[in-house]
């Protein structure tokens, strides 16, 4: 009987305590009311977030959300709109405007200061709020000019578009950029263009690219590109799709690129192809093994399209994965 008052009570005690209210007013006693009205403000905070692996410092540098319109039944190959846009509901997400993130990696090892992609430049085709990536990696605390090598996971428009600026000028003067070879010809390749989003993409791709061409080294499965970071072929998504495995003072962590483009659907579907892909069933094959991997070995990851900052694990769920978001450090 006692809990079954306890609601009861508090309601009778909020109501006594507007009663005393109303009672000081109408007795003329004064409070002190708050006149600050602060201006809205109308800004975010920058988007970068650092952590450590091992004796390194990363930071997730933000490139600004894609928009990919409604769920349609072509994005993940076999399934539904209707289910699509359920899975998205019952996951608290909207479901008028798909978002990815884009989740750009900067790694400082001491002796490099990496970046792993470049966002999508100044190309607004997926969304208005893109190609931040420049002034959030200023807000981070770092130059351009400090990046000596640009790690390009794959050839797509929101990775490497953001090399150049307009009028052609180096976004990061002194970087060395490493590429799969097979990206790099494929996608500078105007005859693989056997649609108009493939001749866009290319075209844009060879703009950026091949005035590069001479800083570009050629990577290879399992080469360290520098000591600690080391390539390992997924291919799929796209012929060349590269993530990359750091390991610092036993510490490892991955940068899984576009291995998965959902944290929810990617995940727990990852028998689905993605309309994206070069070779749907070969970017299946490839995300399979990597999650595997990471699931087995708990080994943390970053995704580039994943919830920001796109940090987390994957388990082994049925005949999918579950993906853990981690816990952001507010120290170092």
């Not at 190959?77 to 209707?82: A, D, I, L």
Request: aromatic share 8%.
């Amino acid at each position: 009987m006692h809990h079954a008052s306890a609601l009861p009570v508090s309601r009778r005690q909020l109501l006594l305590g507007a009663g005393a209210t109303a009672f000081a007013s109408a007795a003329g006693i004064s409070g002190t009311p708050a006149t600050a009205r602060a201006p809205m403000l109308g800004t975010q905070a920058p988007a970068f977030y650092r952590f450590k692996i091992g004796a390194f410092e990363a930071t997730v540098l933000s490139d600004g959300p894609i928009l990919m319109g409604e769920p349609q039944s072509d994005i993940f190959v076999g399934m539904s709109k209707e289910e699509f846009a359920k899975s998205l509901s019952d996951n608290r997400l909207p479901t008028s405007n798909i978002t990815l993130e884009q989740n750009a990696l900067v790694l400082n090892t001491g002796s490099h200061l990496i970046l792993f992609d470049t966002g999508t430049g100044s190309d607004r085709s997926f969304g208005p709020n893109t190609g931040r990536l420049l002034i959030n990696l200023k807000a981070a605390g770092y130059e351009p000019g400090d990046i000596d090598v640009v790690a390009l996971t794959h050839a797509h428009p929101d990775h490497c578009w953001g090399l150049l600026a307009d009028d052609g000028s180096r976004h990061f003067p002194n970087a060395q950029i490493y590429l799969s070879e097979v990206d790099l010809k494929f996608w500078t390749d105007e005859s693989n263009g056997t649609n108009d989003l493939l001749r866009m993409f290319i075209a844009g791709t060879r703009k950026q690219l091949l005035p590069n061409r001479d800083r570009i080294a050629l990577i290879k499965d399992g080469q360290e590109i520098v000591s600690g970071v080391q390539a390992i072929a997924t291919p799929g998504h796209t012929v060349g799709h590269t993530s990359f495995m750091i390991t610092s003072e036993g510490k490892s962590f991955c940068n899984i690129a576009d291995i998965a483009h959902h944290h929810v659907i990617s995940v727990e579907r990852p028998q689905l192809e993605m309309s994206f892909d070069t070779d749907g069933k070969q970017g299946v094959a490839s995300r399979l093994k990597l999650f595997d991997m990471l699931a087995t070995d708990r080994i943390p990851f970053v995704a580039y399209h994943f919830m920001w900052p796109g940090i987390g694990y994957v388990g082994k769920q049925g005949d999918g994965f579950r993906y853990f978001p981690a816990p952001s450090q507010m120290t170092l």
